[in-house]
C-alpha cells in the first residue's frame, strides 16, 4: 500500500483554484496499525475536506462584485440561493475512493450548488449575470461580459414586501403563471423565480411606469417586475441557474 501512495497525487478541481495531495499528503491521511498496516483515517480526511469547504464555499457568504458603474461594491446575505456549497460526506467518499484507486488524477469536489467561475478573487459571479439595483430601480443584464439590455424596474414596496437584497440564482422558468399571495392573485407572462419563498423577476402588464420611487408605496410583494418586453428578453436569453445579483 505504501509503495502505492509514493507515486499518488490527486489534484483537486475547486473552480477558484486547486489544491493538490501530494504522496506524502495522502500518507498523512493514513494511520499505522501493527495488524491492518496503513488505513486511511476517515477524521483526517474529513478534517481536509472541511478545510476546504471553508476556503472555497461561497454559498450564503459575502464576495466582491464590479456593478454595472465599475465600482467594486460586496453583495452576498444568508438569504442566497447562488454559489458554491461543497457536500462534505460525498467529498469524503470520493476521495476515499481515489486513494483507493491508487492512482494520480485530477477530481471535482461532489457540490450541492454551483457558482462559475469569477472574474476577480473571491468571486463565483463570472461574467453571465443579471443585475438589480434597488436604490436605483434599475436592472442590466450581462451575457458574456457585455450588456445585453437594461430596464427600469419596480421592486418590493418598503411597507414590509421589501425586495431582498443578495446573490441568487434562477431557479426555473416557466411561461403563463399565476402568482397568489395573502390579497393577491397575479398573471404573468414570465416567471423566474429565484428563492423558494417566491421572490423572482417576471412581466407586470398591469403597470403603465417602471422606475423612479413607485416602489416606495406602490412596490410588488417583494419580487421584480419589468415590462413585458424586458422580461421576455430575459426569459429568451438567460437560462435556470443564471446568477441574478440584487444590491
Known amino acids: 500500500m505504501y509503495q502505492a501512495i509514493a507515486y499518488q497525487t490527486i489534484v483537486i478541481d475547486l473552480g477558484s483554484g486547486t489544491s493538490t495531495l501530494s504522496p506524502d499528503d495522502i500518507l498523512a491521511l493514513h494511520d499505522y496499525d501493527d ?5 486511511l483515517s476517515e477524521e483526517r ?6 478545510a ?3 476556503e472555497y464555499d461561497t454559498y450564503e457568504r459575502e464576495r466582491l462584485f464590479v456593478n454595472h458603474n465599475g465600482e467594486t461594491i460586496t453583495v452576498g446575505t444568508g438569504a442566497d440561493t447562488y454559489g458554491y456549497r461543497m457536500d462534505v460526506d460525498g467529498t469524503v467518499e470520493l476521495l476515499a475512493e481515489t486513494i ?7 477530481i ?4 450541492t450548488n454551483e457558482g462559475t467561475t469569477g472574474t476577480i478573487p473571491g468571486s463565483d459571479i463570472g461574467d453571465t449575470y443579471i443585475e438589480v439595483s434597488i436604490d436605483e430601480q434599475h436592472l442590466w443584464a ?6 445585453v439590455l437594461d430596464t427600469d424596474v419596480v421592486t418590493g414596496n418598503l411597507n414590509g414586501h421589501a425586495t431582498p437584497r443578495g446573490v441568487f440564482r434562477i431557479l426555473y422558468k416557466t411561461r403563463n403563471a399565476t402568482l397568489v399571495g395573502t390579497g393577491y392573485s397575479s398573471f404573468v ?6 428563492t423558494s419563498d417566491g421572490v ?3 412581466d407586470a402588464t398591469w403597470r403603465s411606469y417602471f422606475g423612479g420611487s413607485i416602489y416606495n408605496g406602490n412596490g410588488s410583494h417583494g419580487c421584480v417586475n419589468m415590462p413585458l418586453w424586458a422580461a421576455q428578453e430575459v426569459y429568451e436569453t438567460f437560462d435556470s441557474g443564471t446568477c441574478v445579483v440584487i444590491w
Open 35 to 39: 495488524d491492518e498496516g496503513l488505513q
Open 45 to 50: 480526511l474529513r478534517e481536509y475536506v472541511s
Open 52 to 54: 476546504l469547504k471553508e
Open 100 to 106: 483507493a484507486a491508487k492512482e494520480s488524477t485530477t
Open 108 to 111: 471535482n469536489p461532489v457540490w
Open 142 to 147: 450581462f451575457y458574456n461580459g457585455i450588456l
Open 189 to 194: 407572462n414570465y416567471w423566474m423565480p429565484l
Open 200 to 202: 423572482g423577476l417576471h
